[in-house]
């Protein structure tokens, strides 16, 4: 069963518009969330607004303030705010396009599913979706979601179109200045052929499925074994990976050959073992003499 929409409008490219819905994209309601709760009764506990040297307030005596200085506020009214509410158009409004390697990663922000609502919008989603398959093009627009103004980015998404809303440039800080002690200068030689070995070895097919969320299956494990009365049992800990190594190359060199003997199903103590087997009795009365 499809969710409820998260919201309802209307996807436009200039004169062509057509009815929308959008969906989440991501799922969280399987996380485990945690109450706070008071130990000796189990109850859940709740906080009343107060202020300092007055004691508890009502709700309706609450209004919003802006800080401007230490302590100090001026009040907004509700009232205020209503007047600046940007209009609902509902409608998602494509004015530009890009490349999909042109927007750097770091804008994305929240992914929602884009459905044609109904058989007939379903011929002008299906025309804009393959457009941008075959120019490979992401649409870039604006909407209003939840009274804020967002930057959104649309693309193809399997049968369907993706809408990403996007972070806006002054929200994202500048990279170079938590990198500018880091030397541009550029590594060569066989330190560099190894990554490049190492990189290459381990590169596959991105396949979501193959990565769990281990500590989420471990919370969900400890509330069900508290709810059955007892505690789970303790995993043996795994050590942290074998000795420390401090020499760059060595650590290279190291991790290829683990990287091959994984490949090949054997550990050098088997293929050891398996030498021995192969060599026969003579080979090894000759060790033992």
Not at 53 to 67: A, F, L, S
Request: hydrophobic share 35%.
């Amino acid at each position: 069963m499809v969710a409820r929409a998260y919201w309802k409008g209307h996807l436009r490219l200039s004169l062509v518009a057509f009815p929308v819905h959008l969906y989440p994209a991501i799922e969280t309601a399987k996380d485990v969330h945690f109450h706070l709760v008071h130990r000796p009764t189990g109850e859940r506990v709740h906080y009343q607004p107060v202020v300092e040297d007055r004691g508890p307030v009502e709700r309706e005596e609450i209004g919003k303030g802006y800080e401007y200085g230490r302590d100090k506020y001026v009040i907004v009214e509700n009232k205020e705010l209503e007047k600046l509410k940007l209009e609902s158009t509902h409608t998602i409004d494509l004015v530009q396009f890009a490349g999909h390697e042109e927007i750097d990663p770091i804008y994305y922000d929240r992914p929602y599913f884009v459905v044609p609502d109904g058989r007939l919008a379903e011929e002008a989603y299906r025309v804009v979706r393959d457009a941008l398959k075959e120019t490979r093009k992401t649409a870039i627009g604006q909407v209003v979601l939840n009274n804020k103004e967002r930057i959104v980015a649309v693309r193809p998404c399997g049968r369907g179109l993706l809408m990403e809303t996007l972070r806006y440039e002054d929200e994202v800080r500048e990279a170079e200045r938590y990198f500018k002690d880091v030397s541009p200068r550029p590594v060569g030689g066989e330190q560099l052929d190894l990554a490049r070995q190492l990189i290459k070895g381990k590169t596959a097919e991105f396949d979501p499925g193959k990565f769990k969320n281990h500590y989420q299956a471990a919370l969900r494990d400890l509330v069900h074994a508290k709810l059955r009365g007892r505690l789970p049992a303790k995993e043996t800990e795994k050590p942290a990976g074998g000795a420390k190594i401090i020499n760059l190359m060595d650590a290279l060199k190291r991790s290829l050959d683990t990287e091959g003997q994984q490949k090949s199903g054997r550990s050098p103590k088997a293929k050891s073992a398996a030498r021995r087997r192969h060599a026969g009795p003579k080979a090894r009365r000759r060790k033992t003499a």
